[in-house]
């Protein structure tokens, strides 16, 4: 998509255009371009990073992350047959 601008220049910045065309053998919308590509990478403001997963997910639970009767037994099936929780001593 092809689009016009028209833009005032004062006298030292249509000077500068003008040598920028001589110098480089651009046409003017050339060094315009150029000119924004410039402006644009040096101005980008670079995404921000995100994490995977964050907000995706919801157990219904409010106070999952501060409750620990939610842990009492997590991990428990992963450890395979006939793996038993050790015996509670006198101290706990």
Do not use: C
Request: aromatic content about 6%.
């Amino acid at each position: 998509m092809k689009s016009s601008v028209q833009a005032r220049l004062d006298a030292e910045t249509q000077e500068t255009l003008d040598k920028l065309v001589l110098q480089l053998g651009w046409s003017t919308s050339e060094v315009v371009r150029e000119g924004i590509r410039l402006v644009h990478q040096r101005h980008a403001v670079a995404p921000r990073r995100k994490l995977i997963g964050v907000g995706k997910f919801d157990s219904g639970i409010p106070d999952l992350a501060t409750n620990k009767k939610y842990m009492e037994d997590f991990g428990v099936k992963s450890m395979g047959k006939g793996w038993r929780r050790p015996e509670k001593s006198a101290k706990e």
